[in-house]
């Protein structure tokens, strides 16, 4: 069974920084792009990275460029996102997604882990 | 201010038929393809349709997907109370290069 875990969020001050991790297993890593996607709590999707398989191509959401980094390591079945310079518009739930041939298309996801950025 | 625009609310009884827009342009939807997700409450989004009109395996064919320049269409036939839910599209834009997705449609079955 293909499963996603995060982990990693939690409440952090304005300006402060927060690592987030994916953990991928059931299906193999290292032939998927793979992707962040948050979700302001009753609000819509919006897309912040993606990654390739490999590791040397990354995208980001125009809002975070700068801020934010992805990564992955491969050996371990690993996502992350590094966040840094956290301001109070990037609280929500951040969901890693399978992201077969990259692009928009993600399946599946993970169930998130909620980042609150507030002093 | 979504890149991509979706109806907010759309409803229909039991049995029917919904269909559900979403617009763009040509840096998106109009040159790449188009995605769709189902959020059931409290549950994480749900792949219904890739690459604008093809089914992942599990997905029944009441689902389907179509594109027409820079608008595609969800279309949801054989409507259940199950199928309440929040319905997304999404694509990648090509000027932007990053993905985006619509502002989502809430999908009440009366």
Request: aromatic residues 10%; charged residues 15%; neutral net charge.
């Amino acid at each position: 069974e293909v499963q996603l875990v995060e982990s990693g969020g939690g409440l952090v001050q304005p300006g402060g920084s927060l690592r987030l991790s994916c953990a991928a297993s059931g299906f193999t890593f290292t032939t998927y792009w793979m992707s962040w996607v948050r979700q302001v709590p009753g609000k819509g999707l919006e897309w912040v990275a993606n990654i390739n398989k490999d590791g040397s191509e990354k995208f980001y959401v125009d809002s975070v460029k700068g801020r934010f980094t992805i990564s992955r390591d491969n050996a371990k079945n690993a996502l992350y996102l590094q966040m840094n310079t956290l301001r109070a518009e990037d609280t929500a739930v951040y969901s890693c997604a399978r992201a077969p041939g990259g692009g928009i298309r993600f399946d599946p996801w993970g169930q998130g882990t909620l980042v609150t950025v507030s002093s | 201010q979504s890149v991509l625009t979706q109806p907010p609310s759309v409803s229909a009884a039991p049995g029917q038929k919904v269909t559900i827009s979403c617009s763009g342009s040509s840096s998106n939807i109009g040159n790449n393809y188009v995605s769709w997700y189902q959020q059931l409450p409290g549950t994480a989004p749900k792949l219904l349709i890739y690459d604008n009109n093809w089914r992942p395996s599990g997905i029944p064919d009441r689902f389907s997907g179509s594109k027409s320049g820079t608008s595609a269409t969800l279309g949801i036939t054989g409507l259940q109370t199950g199928d309440e839910a929040d319905y997304y599209c999404g694509s990648w834009d090509s000027s932007l290069s990053a993905g985006v997705f619509g502002g989502g449609t809430k999908l009440t079955v009366l």
